[in-house]
């Protein structure tokens, strides 16, 4: 805009000059028609930015890391008259706070006119996507409006899935009358209530809660608890790491989720909620699968002071599967006493740059050692 006003005031002294040394009806035709030229920009800006909107939205809710999104913005404009635009779109990531900022400008024609933008992440994390600042123009650049920047769309970056050539060598078993229930599913115990509803079609009348419907005007039934299976739990740590460390973190742990489903074993991946309280959740299908990769990314990190989700669940009541996989990128976790001193099998997958030998104990204790490499890493496994 300010490059558009020079030129602009150059030109108007560069005219009153020629009309002051060639005095006649042309030059001074020139000058005030170049003297009438903002009154008329302005006009046009105002016209052709009346009711100028950005209506922006991307096509799906999800996407695995380095995928191009596709982000569509739609300009409109109740009239057709051409007018110059300029916005700034902001892709911020909230779990590792890094901001991405392109610029766009150009010439919108017509009442309505879609601008398709490719935006790829290197992270995995919920991603906010919006408009930061949007303005229309006259054609020289000489005013500028503020317009409509349209809606904040948020899309989920997921983990990447790797194939893992492995086997199942025991398989875990199950006991549906354990003690402890999901806490993000219902199921058909009734010794556990999950939640109380009011009641809708399909529902069964056996699960009216009458002391409840007999003091309100509607009717209510009870949801029941969903048992935990006594199986496999993966366990993610969530001290802070790099970036790149804790993308692999998240591929391992999906890799390693659908290399069970694959082999018809359900598990469990245990998660810290933002209150620091642990949540067990039951996989049994890809749905579960990638519901919990959505949650392990709104997971609250810690530093290596702070008392990290391997103390918590190695002291909670949780502990008692028939084995537990930790992933994590500490690699002094191996001498944790005790992740050593469990009665039950623990395999640990540690993300590391650096080049080491996988090594296992005769207390049921075994380490991996992984690197971006997953696939290679972890071929043979057997669990």
Same mark, same amino acid.
Request: aromatic fraction near 10%.
């Given at each position: ?23 006649d009806?042309?030059?001074? &035709?020139? *000058? ?55 916005? &700034? ?5 909230k ?16 009442k ?57 060598? +025991?398989?875990?078993t ?7 229930? =999901? ?7 009734? =010794?556990?209530?999950?939640? !109380? ?13 009458w002391?409840?419907?007999?003091? +309100? ?11 935990l ?7 993610l ?5 790099s ?10 742990l ?11 074993v %359900? ?25 919990t990769?959505? %949650? *392990? ?27 537990? !996989? ?12 005790l992740?050593?001193q469990?009665?039950?099998? &623990? ?25 971006n490499? !997953? ?9």
């Amino acid at each position: 805009m300010i490059v558009g006003k020079i030129v602009y005031i150059l030109v108007v002294l560069l005219i009153f000059g020629f009309s002051i040394l060639y005095i006649d009806n042309l030059a001074v &035709v020139m *000058l005030c028609a170049c003297l009438m030229l903002p009154i008329f920009l302005a006009a046009v800006l105002l016209i052709g930015s009346y009711k100028m909107k950005f209506n922006p939205n991307t096509l799906g809710e999800s996407f695995y890391r380095e995928d191009e999104i596709t982000y569509k913005i739609v300009i409109e404009k109740f009239f057709g008259l051409p007018i110059g635009y300029k916005f &700034v779109l902001c892709v911020e990531n909230k779990y590792t706070n890094e901001t991405q900022l392109r610029k766009f400008q150009g010439i919108a024609f017509g009442k309505k006119q879609e601008i398709t933008v490719k935006i790829k992440s290197e992270h995995c994390g919920h991603l906010k996507i919006y408009i930061k600042r949007a303005k229309a123009f006259d054609y020289l650049k000489i005013f500028g409006k503020s317009v409509n920047k349209g809606e904040t769309c948020e899309v989920i970056v997921l983990p990447n899935i790797i194939e893992i050539d492995g086997t199942m060598v +025991t398989m875990p078993t199950f006991d549906d009358e354990g003690n402890q229930y =999901s806490k993000t599913k219902s199921g058909d115990d009734p =010794s556990e209530i999950f939640d !109380i509803r009011q009641f809708k079609d399909g529902d069964d009348p056996r699960r009216i809660h009458w002391n409840l419907s007999g003091r +309100t005007d509607d009717y209510f039934v009870k949801e029941y608890g969903q048992p935990l299976m006594n199986s496999i739990v993966i366990l993610l740590d969530n001290q802070i790491g790099s970036t790149s460390m804790q993308d692999i973190l998240f591929d391992l742990l999906v890799s390693l989720s659908n290399f069970l489903l694959e082999n018809s074993v %359900g598990h469990i991946v245990c998660k810290q909620d933002e209150d620091l309280s642990l949540n067990l959740c039951s996989i049994t299908d890809e749905e579960e699968l990638f519901e919990t990769a959505d %949650g *392990l990314l709104s997971m609250p990190l810690v530093n290596n002071s702070e008392k990290s989700i391997l103390d918590d669940f190695l002291n909670s009541e949780y502990n008692r599967h028939s084995h537990l !996989i930790f992933v994590t990128a500490n690699e002094s976790s191996v001498n944790n006493p005790l992740l050593r001193q469990q009665v039950i099998p &623990v395999t640990e997958m540690v993300v590391t740059d650096k080049v080491k030998e996988n090594f296992a104990t005769e207390d049921n204790f075994r380490c991996f050692y992984v690197n971006n490499d !997953i696939q290679a890493n972890l071929a043979g496994l057997e669990l």
